[in-house]
């Protein structure tokens, strides 16, 4: 039986200190599928030791791939992993099952490499976060005008090819997923392909350098227009995975909403220009250092708009901790969410702290409250984890936060650096019903 997580916060304090900021999620999600692409050793540094990581690396080895993790011996909570990994030394039957799948929805990430390097794939239908439709089409979209043949059958993706050849691409939407496939496909396809309204997030930047690095030739990433000319060979790489954006975002989040003071080190805050942008608005004081930020939170925040928009607009994954922090503002705020059409199932539970928030399709409506108590809260996915830590760090008294699993897909040793700021946290685990430990009573 799976081990379900449970948090109890102490919350009403302020976090103060330094937060270093783990390995970015969402790039460890695309550069372990992109190993497969070489018959060479790779090395991946500053990977998020993240059950999502423990997920892809399961699926590497179920690939035949020899995977070796290795964690730092010594420094902050949230250095990650060392990975080595190593092709196989028989037959690859390139198939991602569905009991590894249904656990990720970045398993989906496997199908454009193994095509290309195989010439065929069979990756189940993915899982992960209930946000709203997340439909593959325009991955299949990409792969097939590549020369491939897709077909879904049985819950999984077929996928066959004599050989891909370069094309020009057009992206309905500027689809994260669904450029990240189409470009690692396209770095073993013959002739070069153009890719039109490619997602611009620094986790394309970051999986352009490492394919570039393992003999790709990919340019115009993080731009309008990505141009991939094809090689028949990519060798062995090492690289450093770069600091998780939306991690940083939420202890930035996290800091001010308690009306602290927090340092958050390894950080570009390049990245997170419209989320600091729109912090300031709301009167929290911050300042972008080299290689961190710092953030001391108001009183209380002013009321803001916010509108979600792919990058480099204000991003969907902060929205859920952004939501949490407007909780206590002077006067009204309004949400619009622009990327996905679910992602309010925080508000609900938001509410149980005595929160005043209301939401209809798209768009949730704050009206901002003095005083927050602490309650039995519900996590059913990652971002909303979060936010509800941070309403539960706001709250005054004790919260106790189910589903705790949902976060730690995300967030690497969450507990520990919330100790390290200061925080009342205590992480038990539990098969069913668990009291409250009397050592927070």
């Known amino acids: 039986m799976r ?27 695309t550069l372990l599928p992109a190993t497969t692409l070489t018959d060479e050793p790779c090395f991946l540094r500053h990977v998020p030791a993240i059950s999502d990581t423990e997920v892809l690396l399961e699926i590497l080895q179920e690939l035949g791939f020899q995977t070796q993790a290795r964690g730092q011996p010594e420094g902050p909570p949230g250095l990650g992993l060392e990975v080595d990994i190593r092709p196989p030394q028989q037959e690859v039957t390139p198939q991602v099952p569905y009991s590894l799948a249904k656990r990720l929805r970045a398993s989906i ?6 095509l290309a390097r195989f010439r065929q794939a069979r990756v189940a239908l993915p899982g992960g976060c209930d946000i709203g439709s997340r439909p593959i089409d325009l991955h299949l979209k990409g792969l097939a005008a590549m020369g491939a043949e897709i077909q879904i059958e049985h819950g999984f993706v077929h996928g066959e090819c004599q050989t891909l050849h370069g094309a020009e691409i057009y992206l309905d939407f500027p689809s994260v997923g669904a450029t990240e496939n189409i470009m690692m496909a396209a770095c073993l396809a013959e002739g070069q392909t153009i890719l039109h309204n490619p997602a611009k997030e620094p986790e394309i930047v970051d999986l352009a350098t490492f394919l570039n690095s393992m003999g790709a030739q990919v340019r115009g990433a993080g731009t309008d227009t990505i141009r991939i000319s094809g090689e028949r060979n990519l060798h062995g790489a090492a690289h450093t995975v770069i600091p998780d954006r939306i991690e940083a975002g939420t202890w930035l989040l996290a800091a001010a909403a308690t009306r602290g003071e927090v340092q958050v080190e390894n950080v570009i805050a390049k990245h997170l220009e419209p989320v600091i942008a729109k912090m300031i608005e709301t009167g929290a004081l ?47 705020s309004v949400i619009h969410e622009r990327v996905f059409e679910n992602r309010f199932g925080h508000v609900d539970e938001l509410k149980r702290l005595g929160a005043s928030i209301k939401s209809d399709g798209r768009t949730a409506v704050v009206e901002g409250i003095v005083r927050l108590t602490g309650a039995p809260l519900v996590a059913s996915d990652l971002r909303m984890g979060a936010a509800l830590l941070i309403g539960a760090l706001m709250a005054e008294g004790r919260s106790v936060l189910d589903g705790v699993e949902h976060l730690l897909r995300g967030y690497e040793q969450p ?27």
Do not use: C, H
């Open 3 to 29: 081990v379900a997580g449970r948090l109890i916060v102490e919350g009403g304090r302020p976090l103060t200190g330094r937060v270093y900021v783990s390995g970015a999620k969402n790039s460890a999600a």
């Open 109 to 114: 990430l496997f199908l454009g490499p193994l």
């Open 286 to 332: 911050v300042e972008a250092r080299e290689e961190s930020i710092w953030v001391r939170g108001p009183e209380r925040p002013r009321a803001v708009q916010v509108t979600t928009m792919p990058y480099p607009g204000f991003p969907t994954d902060l929205q859920p901790q952004f939501t949490a922090y407007l909780l206590r503002a002077v006067g009204t």
């Open 415 to 441: 507990v520990a650096k919330l100790a390290g700021l200061g925080a009342q946290v205590q992480l038990v685990e539990t098969e069913g019903e668990l009291p409250v430990p009397t050592s927070l009573a």
